[in-house]
């Protein structure tokens, strides 16, 4: 009996691992590519997805860093206009006639005279030097800074020379991707006076200045290209020293170059007239016995080179004020491609700031 049993639970042990053998088997091929083909369908829409969200994000990042970027700059120019006790309209810079006195221009005066480097913004302004002037004449100004002459030395201000560039120059090693032609850079060059000796003598060498050993080279002897015989009457004479610019190799000083990825569309969004009259509050001039409204053409200070103007950087100047309006349009998509031209259905790639300063100072003052 115990045989039998044996037998029959044996017998039906092998038939069901029998079944299960059967039963379990691979895929077949034709299972394998309709999974594949399931699992492409399913997959590539999403990593299609991913894929533009993280473009759109990159995009979104490189949109605030330039916006970022702009609003530093405009800032940083609204303070150094603030100091500002003369300010160049657009004829004092660039050449014209003014009433029916046929202007020159300073242009040609300025650093670098480089046709691919427009001067934008120019204008003097009074910059202080502190501990530079000895009220004790044994201490040199040099030494004013010494722990032992601190209440020894008086502070003092400077006349400086400023202008803000719009470079268009063929560099394209700063700019990323590169290959083409980088977008346009605002610069800022300065060139300063030095420290006049208040009491000067007859055997002094360096008039007006104190003598160069005397001095610290960097902040208290003027710079190369400094004229000390520029006078506010005649502000578009002696404006420069060519002999100053040739002795620095850079051409004064080397520039600061405060702004990248401007905007070089050609052209740009369409601009509306009277950009600078309007803003300005239309401003008039005393020409002869009557007084007359200052043209646009005046008071708009723009890369005129190009044709049209891209107004990505321009100024509009209302010197009798000493007040400028300065905008500023820049590029964030050229971050990313060489394709970046404006377009006005993607202008929120293109950001624009403006801001609008009267100089604190005058002429006199």
């Known amino acids: 009996m115990k045989s039998l049993l044996r037998l029959l639970l044996k017998t039906q042990h092998q038939q069901n691992c029998s079944i299960q053998a059967q039963t379990e088997k691979g895929m077949t091929l034709i299972e394998l590519l309709i999974g594949t083909v399931m699992a492409f369908l399913i997959l590539t829409p999403m990593l299609a ?10 995009r979104e990042q490189v949109k605030a860093n330039t916006e970022q970027d702009i609003q530093a700059a405009v800032d940083f120019i609204a303070q150094d206009l603030s100091q500002a006790i003369y300010i160049y309209d657009n004829i004092d810079i660039n050449g014209g006639t003014r009433g029916t006195v046929a202007v020159t221009g300073i242009k040609s005066q300025l650093p670098p005279n480089d046709a691919t480097k427009i001067p934008i913004l120019v204008f003097w302004k009074r910059q202080q030097v502190k501990k530079s002037v000895p009220i004790d004449k044994t201490v040199k100004p040099n030494q004013c800074k010494d722990t032992a002459n601190v209440d020894k030395c008086n502070d003092t201000y400077v006349l400086s020379l400023v ?6 120059d063929k560099e394209n090693i700063w700019c990323q991707p590169s290959g083409v032609t980088c977008p346009a850079r605002i610069a800022r060059y300065e060139i300063r006076d030095g420290v006049r000796k208040p009491d000067p003598l007859a055997t002094d060498i360096n008039l007006p200045y104190y003598n160069v050993a005397d001095t610290d080279p960097d902040t208290q002897q003027p710079d190369p290209a400094f004229n000390k015989d520029f006078d506010f009457t005649k502000p ?10 040739i002795k620095d190799e850079s051409g004064a000083k080397k520039p600061q170059i405060l702004l990248n990825y401007i905007d070089h569309s050609s052209p740009g969004p369409t601009v509306i007239g009277n950009e600078c009259k309007i803003p300005l509050g239309n401003p008039t001039a005393q020409i002869g016995a009557s007084t007359q409204p200052i043209e646009e053409g005046t008071l708009k200070i723009t890369d005129s080179t190009s044709s049209p103007p891209t107004n990505s950087f321009y100024a509009c100047v209302d010197t009798a004020r000493n007040l400028a309006r300065v905008t500023i349009r820049g590029n964030s998509l050229r971050r990313l491609q060489t394709d970046a031209n404006y377009d006005a259905k993607r202008s929120a790639f293109f950001p624009t700031a403006s801001v609008q300063v009267q100089g604190l100072g005058a002429r006199g003052k």
């Open 49 to 58: 997805f991913v894929v533009d969200m993280l473009n759109t994000d990159r």
């Open 163 to 168: 202008a803000y560039y719009l470079f268009k």
């Open 236 to 245: 578009t004479e002696n404006v420069t020293l060519a002999a100053g610019l």
